[in-house]
């Protein structure tokens, strides 16, 4: 039987050779010094031959242990040469199967139903948070525990709604894992966010306050405040649609026809409840005369352009920064509310001067939802008529807000 001490001391011939150690193990010695272990073993009435690895990096120890387990497989008339060859194929396919591979397939096949910003902000947060700790593992041995691990920190350090979406979006890339054949359970399914994760607290973006709104709207045009002339007009056509945003940021010219008075938003470009999912209908928002007054005011300045307005270090490729209104609002005009919040106050304002609630909810274009503060609607088409009556009658509303106008209380129901 072979030693260590006996291996060190094989030299190399002109010729490879042989020395057998025990149970068919044997190390070969080839011409330039270097020691290969082989294994001799018969299966099925053939010789064959299995490799161990090289001296001295597989030790005698781990090559008669490696010998003993083929052995082991042979007493079971398993062939280990056909063996390895299966582990090799699966570590193969488990490597193709982590769940990164996995997870980044599954962004990449919902990207074209999404805007581009949460596109971005998904695939951040599964590199940020998600495949540093589990990106690694194949996906079919992914556990609860495993995502935990990955839920539980985020939520502890405060920021709960991003451990919610990083939940959703695991749960998401094993419900895609088990419709393309790669497993059959999903372990993220077993975590439900209010049991594992602290509740949610409800935020409410700050919003202006309605007796604030004729100071907003005559500091807009305030030459002393640092905000640009393009910035302004979105701040206006914001205050007059109230949409959110992301939406305006990124809205095109080709979605409004200022002949029917009408910005129809593509379903994938509205921003809902659904944190970026597709709405499945396009919404309309009526156009007043003051909106009409705004973008044929823009036009000259961008309407070679793809967007109304155009990230300037990319205008045909992004259209403004979420920061941009924000910065616009509380750097700029000095009104610690954000652009979102102009939404609520113009729901409050409205629902002061008497339009119905449905009518004014179905303008916000909210999704169908259980439980919210107004009711739930089908079609972004619904309650048109009203909402063209309302959008003017807002428009002219916040005109005679802004030069002092005295104002008459609309009377919505014989508008």
């Known amino acids: 039987m072979l030693t260590d001490k006996a291996i060190s001391g094989l030299k190399g011939q002109d010729k490879p050779y042989r020395v057998s150690d025990s149970g068919g193990l044997y190390i070969e010695v080839k011409p330039d010094g270097s020691k290969y272990w082989r294994q001799a073993y018969r299966f099925a009435g053939k010789q064959k031959t299995l490799a161990h690895g090289v001296y001295p990096a597989i030790g005698l120890k781990e090559a008669r242990k490696r010998r003993d387990d083929a052995k082991a497989l042979l007493d079971q008339n398993i062939d280990p040469s056909q063996q390895r060859k299966v582990e090799k194929l699966t570590a193969k396919l488990s490597a193709a199967n982590t769940f990164e591979v996995i997870g980044r397939e599954w962004h990449e ?20 948070y998600v495949f540093p700790k589990i990106g690694a593992l194949p996906i079919e041995s992914v556990e609860p525990a495993h995502i935990l691990a990955v839920i539980l920190p985020i939520d502890r350090k405060g920021n709960g709604e991003t451990a919610r979406r990083v939940r959703a979006w695991i749960d998401a890339i094993f419900r895609y894992a088990i419709q393309h054949g790669k497993v059959k359970i999903n372990p993220a399914a077993e975590l439900r966010s209010g049991e594992v994760l602290r509740p949610a607290k409800e935020k409410h973006l700050a919003s202006l306050p309605i007796t604030q709104l004729p100071d907003f709207l005559c500091t807009i045009d305030d030459p002393a405040k640092r905000v640009d002339y393009r910035t302004r007009l979105a701040l206006r056509l914001l205050v007059l649609t109230f949409v959110r945003p992301g939406e305006l940021n990124w809205a095109m010219w080709n979605e409004f026809d200022t002949d029917a008075k009408e910005w129809r938003i593509p379903p994938e470009r509205i921003q809902g409840e659904g944190r970026g999912m597709k709405m499945k209908e396009e919404h309309i928002v009526p156009l007043s005369d003051q909106a009409i007054a705004i973008l044929e005011e823009l036009r000259p300045l961008t309407g070679g352009y ?32 954000t652009a979102h919040g102009m939404r609520a ?7 002061e001067l008497g339009w119905p609630a449905h009518v004014i909810d179905k ?20 309650y048109l008529p009203e909402r063209r009556k309302m959008m003017q009658a807002w428009a002219d509303h916040l005109q005679a807000l802004e030069h002092g106008t005295k104002i008459v209380p609309i009377n919505a129901k014989k508008a």
């Open 363 to 382: 303008q916000l274009a909210h999704r169908e939802r259980r439980g919210a503060t107004f009711g739930a609607y089908s079609h972004q088409a619904e």
């Open 345 to 351: 106050t113009a729901t409050s304002t409205l629902l």
């Open 109 to 128: 096949n919902r990207e074209s139903g999404l805007v581009k910003k949460t596109v971005n902000k998904t695939i951040a947060a599964l590199e940020t």
């Open 306 to 337: 793809k967007f109304l307005f155009p990230c300037i270090g990319r205008p045909g490729e992004a259209g403004m920064s979420d920061n941009t209104l924000r910065m616009a609002i509380q750097k700029g005009l000095g009104f610690p509310v």
